[in-house]
């Protein structure tokens, strides 16, 4: 991804900062794929940016008030709608539907139709879903995630995301019941596992996603 005069050439990324945490292994994760990636919380640098993944831990209320105080919702929902490349990971997931019901009941960035709910589940089981789980790959979610079968994920996470649109469930999983792992819309792609935390398996999600949408790298101006 290095021309002769030492330029990069290949995919550029914004990692979104909000306060989340989570935001150094994901960056290292591109890292290894040799594409370099700048984590920013800057609205303009996010509004530039060529790719944008928006990963996240926590709780939902607290995370859409930190973009909002950041000026970041504007950048990311203009980015999403213009389908520039997106990858939402975990909470950037989440945050995508219209209502999250985690506390109370917050508006989210509203770009895909739906809410997050907790996981209503009958013992043994137990909240949180934590650990590896297996992923059943369809539609888009196949072609982003490059798994020929099911493959397994890292997962930590007590509310799921409930689309209303059934098209945009690219990948499921089973805890007790089918839920959904992934969506996918035109270039955006977004997981409720952790790919970065994920081994071989997530390591392909990522360069699927870098694979998928190489057609806006940059030229070399230097």
């Not at 800057?42 to 928006?54: I, K, N, S």
């Not at 009941?105 to 709910?117: P, T």
């Amino acid at each position: 991804m290095w021309d002769s005069s030492g330029c990069y050439n290949g995919p550029m990324v914004a990692i979104v900062d909000y306060g989340s945490g989570n935001l150094r292994s994901v960056q290292k994760a591109f890292e290894r794929l040799g594409c370099p990636a700048v984590v920013t919380d800057d609205p303009q640098r996010v509004a530039e940016a060529d790719r944008l993944v928006l990963p996240g831990v926590g709780a939902f209320g607290d995370a859409m008030r930190e973009l909002t105080n950041r000026g970041l919702v504007a950048p990311l929902v203009a980015h999403i709608q213009a389908d520039r490349p997106f990858l939402g990971i975990c909470m950037g997931l989440q945050l995508l539907f219209e209502t999250g019901r985690e506390g109370g009941c917050h508006a989210g960035l509203g770009v895909l139709a739906g809410e997050v709910a907790r996981f209503d589940l009958p013992p043994p089981l137990k909240v949180p879903h934590m650990g590896w789980n297996t992923v059943s790959w369809q539609g888009r979610g196949r072609e982003w995630s490059g798994a020929t079968a099911p493959a397994h994920y890292y997962f930590v996470h007590s509310y799921t995301a409930r689309p209303r649109d059934a098209d945009v469930v690219a990948g499921v999983c089973d805890y007790g019941g089918p839920f959904c792992a992934a969506v996918a819309r035109g270039r955006l792609l977004a997981t409720q596992f952790h790919p970065e935390k994920s081994q071989a398996a997530g390591m392909a999600l990522l360069e699927g996603f870098l694979r998928a949408t190489r057609h806006v790298e940059r030229a070399c101006t230097g």
